[in-house]
């Protein structure tokens, strides 16, 4: 067929939940999305409903409506990571994307086609939705505040050596 897809790309952060008397709940903090509060779930520091499971009931979804193959372009989690002699030892971000990845792996079983996935982001970097240095993503940590003060040097988190011990391992890492 002429000018048709051949996958579908997508981001995924988090989950919304919603209600049919939405006035009866607390509406989601830091839900760009609009929805109410889910009590289930674990909330980010900016109020972003942590939902990994969630993940893998889309992928599931979108590849048994489209059948086409899938590519997850953007999931992560920010967090305030805090620079202390050297590279940052939060694991936040860690706990986020191995959850995440974890259910890919389910989803793949489960028989979607994910032909890649990507994270948000690999280098901290501005938050287009607070504009803060301080809401950080990457597996690279730079020396940047809010006040626009900082170095810009750069470090390795934790979570760069771990990351890429899940690449190495095509995942098998995600369960050690």
């Known amino acids: 067929m002429k000018n048709t897809v051949d996958f579908i790309s997508f981001s995924y952060y988090m989950s919304v939940a919603t209600a049919h008397n939405p006035e009866d709940y607390t509406i989601g903090k830091g839900n760009i999305m609009g929805g109410v509060e889910n009590s289930y779930l674990e909330k980010s520091e900016w109020g972003w409903a942590i ?3 969630g993940l893998r009931l889309v992928l599931n979804d979108f590849y048994e409506r489209y059948q086409l193959p899938l590519f997850i372009v953007e999931n992560g989690l920010a ?28 989803a793949l079983q489960d028989g979607v086609e994910l032909w890649g996935y990507t994270t948000w982001g690999p280098i901290d970097l501005v938050s287009a939705s607070t504009a803060e240095f301080s809401k950080r993503y990457g597996f690279i ?36």
Not at 80 to 106: A, C, I, N, R
Request: aromatic share 10%.
């Open 51 to 53: 939902d990994p499971i």
């Open 141 to 176: 940590y730079v020396d940047r505040n809010d006040d626009d003060s900082g170095s810009l040097a750069r470090y390795n988190k934790k979570s760069f050596a771990w990351y890429k011990s899940v690449i190495e391992s095509n995942g098998e890492a995600l369960y050690k």
């Open 79 to 106: 967090a305030k990571d805090v620079l202390v002699d050297g590279p940052d030892g939060s694991t936040v971000e860690d706990d986020y994307l191995q959850k995440h990845l974890m259910q890919v792996s389910e």
